[in-house]
């Protein structure tokens, strides 16, 4: 069967009104999992693919791919950001609340409220122009920094520098890497 044609993409995709707000050329597979839809803004010309899973808030910017099988978690009282022209590879997680684990209640969510550990609720950005590697681990309240790219299979649990390459567990920088034509690319198309 060479050179046979290519056929359209006719995945069933996402119902986004049920979203806060949603852009154009948005591609949401239906196979996605959104918890809380009313707490989502989605940009334009975005990617959401199968398996994604997502229980907190989310701004997501233009131009953003997040691959398939994708984790969110922390709940109502987090938020993911994820700003213009970012990437996130197959399989990562991103933690935005976590239960501290030091024996101050129980960790599961379903025991009451008064019984349960002490809980960390937080905000986990990818600054614009960033890039996450495949299963890569990003722990509450980290900002990947603007043009910093994560290594496939690292722990974040720190801030990271703008434009520098980081891998590792835990994520340690390894290489800056180069802006001057995503910036100009930007800049061209009005960001």
């Known amino acids: 069967m060479a050179n046979a044609p290519s056929q359209p993409l006719r995945s069933a995709?996402?119902?986004?009104d049920l979203l806060q707000s949603c852009g154009e050329d948005v591609f949401i597979s239906a196979?996605?999992?959104?918890?809380?839809?009313?707490?989502?803004?989605?940009?334009?010309?975005?990617?959401?693919?199968?398996?994604v899973y997502l229980t907190t808030?989310?701004?997501?910017?233009?131009?953003?791919?997040?691959s398939p099988y994708l984790t969110i978690i922390g709940g109502a009282q987090s938020t993911l950001v994820v700003e213009d022209f970012v990437t996130i590879a197959a399989g990562s997680r991103f933690i935005c609340g976590s239960d501290r684990f030091m024996g101050d209640g129980f960790t599961s969510v379903t025991a009451p409220d008064e019984y349960r550990d002490t809980v960390d609720f937080g905000i986990i950005r990818c600054s614009r122009f960033a890039g996450i590697g495949t299963n890569v681990v990003v722990m509450p309240n980290v900002t990947i920094g603007e043009g910093s790219v994560i290594?496939?299979?690292?722990?974040?649990?720190?801030?990271?520098?703008?434009?520098?390459?980081?891998?590792?567990v835990p994520a340690r920088p390894v290489k800056i890497?180069?802006?001057e034509k995503m910036l100009e690319y930007a800049k061209r198309m009005g960001y």
């Open 177 to 179: 890497r180069p802006r």
């Open 31 to 51: 196979n996605v999992e959104i918890r809380r839809p009313h707490l989502v803004r989605v940009g334009s010309h975005v990617a959401i693919d199968s398996g």
């Open 151 to 168: 290594g496939a299979c690292s722990l974040v649990t720190k801030d990271t520098e703008p434009w520098t390459i980081y891998m590792g």
């Open 13 to 16: 995709q996402y119902d986004t």
């Open 57 to 66: 808030a989310a701004e997501i910017g233009d131009y953003v791919h997040l």
